[in-house]
């Protein structure tokens, strides 16, 4: 291994990727959109040609592999007396990974987001890091001077990559890909909090290992924040009847204490999954913001329009009427639509559960239309 890494060798690698680098360098703006472009084409590409889908996520695994392990390989070539690469190249090359997974993963966070929730938050977040990410002055100026702020940075992308692609490669569920992706951000993020450990003291220590808890316990609460990269709910409709072998809702009625006592209501949600993908949801019915009944509802990806599951409830309280809500969520707590309705005894004030099927979030613009082919996926039966 020595006669293979000679400091001569090693002086020859480090100039032909600065020379490399050199070349990408005013070809550098173009990276983004082509990250951009091939998030969108993983997005379309999961279910239709997965392999090809898989394949890119794969491939920004081993570009962050490659990064979280370049200061391993500095420590260990300047322990040997080896020249470590200039902190000009390890910084271009980062941020070229940077925007390839902000770029990459920007698509799967603005569909699947509930724009009508605190979910905007995060999304907004995420945005503001790409934009970050492409400006240089001051992305290189938190690089170099702020450097817990690039750790957390650096994390919150290790976070995201790893939020879009487990799902899509290993077929996790989205509870299991959160937290995963949870466990191993904050790992990374541990070298922020570094500085706390200079001088060796009980004290500093259980500062570190309080931090590190706290972290932890922040991101779990606040997943409901965190969109579910590999799920979105396509449409919904509210109705007083349904036909369970079109699986289409039916009827009209106004939402009033009456009508909803005599029919119940049929909330119908279509989901979008990756093929092969299986995920349990829920429909968490709230009066006047109180909890009242959650019903689950197994899933399964794969379907273009969405996997058509409904709930069928009928015992509603003595006095229905009030403002109601229904979350639709993970097993994990991760939000994946939101409706709202009123029941009032004035039938104009009431809301209308008239069964149309209105599609939600950005699923509005259709875009699947400008893929050609279609698949011929069987869909199965729901369970109510």
């Known amino acids: 291994m ?10 020859a690698v480090q100039r032909r990727i600065e020379s490399i680098v050199e070349r990408l360098k005013p070809w550098s703006w173009m990276w983004p959109p082509m990250a951009f ?6 997005f379309f590409l999961v279910d239709r040609q997965q392999w090809l889908g898989a394949a890119l996520a794969l491939g920004l695994l081993f570009a962050w592999t490659l990064l979280l392990s ?14 470590t690469p200039p902190k000009g190249v390890t910084h271009f090359i980062a941020q070229m990974i940077h925007q390839e997974t902000l770029f990459f993963t920007l698509p ?3 569909v699947t987001t509930v724009w009508n929730s605190g979910q905007t938050l995060f999304a907004l977040l995420v945005i503001g890091m790409a934009l970050l990410s492409i400006i240089d002055p001051l992305y290189f100026k938190v690089a170099d001077r702020w450097r817990s702020i690039y750790f957390i940075f650096h994390a919150l992308c ?6 879009v692609t ?3 490669m290993v077929h996790l569920t989205t509870g299991q890909s959160l937290l995963l992706a949870l466990g191993i951000t904050i790992l990374v993020a541990l070298p922020s909090f570094w500085h706390l450990l200079k001088e060796r003291s009980l004290k500093r220590w259980c500062a570190f290992f309080g931090l590190t808890l706290l972290l932890a316990y922040g991101a779990w609460l606040g997943r409901i924040w965190v969109p579910p990269a590999s799920l979105w709910m396509t449409s919904s409709a509210l109705s007083p009847a349904f036909d369970v072998e079109q699986r289409q809702p039916q009827g009209s009625m106004a939402l009033t204490p009456q009508a909803i006592s005599e029919n119940g209501l049929y909330v119908y949600t279509a989901i979008r999954a990756p093929r092969g993908l299986s995920e349990t949801i829920t429909h968490a019915w709230h009066h006047n913001g109180e909890p009242m009944d959650v019903v689950e509802l197994n899933i399964d990806g794969g379907r273009e329009e969405g996997y058509r599951a409904w709930s069928h409830k009928q015992n509603f309280p003595e006095d229905p009427s009030g403002d109601w809500r229904i979350d639709i969520m993970t097993g994990s707590g991760q939000r994946l639509g939101l409706i709202r309705f009123e029941v009032s005894s004035d039938s104009q004030q009431a809301s209308l559960a008239d069964g149309e ?3 939600s979030g950005l699923s509005g613009l259709n875009l699947r239309r400008f893929v050609p082919g279609r698949p011929n996926d069987e869909e199965a039966r729901p369970e109510d």
């Open 357 to 359: 099927i209105r599609a």
């Open 158 to 163: 290790v976070f995201l990559v790893l939020l």
């Open 166 to 168: 487990l799902p899509i």
């Open 37 to 42: 472009t091939a998030g969108l084409g993983s």
């Open 2 to 11: 020595g006669t293979l890494l000679t400091p001569s060798r090693i002086e």
């Open 70 to 83: 370049e200061s391993l390989i500095s420590r260990w070539l300047s322990r040997r007396g080896h020249p």
């Open 108 to 110: 799967f966070i603005l």
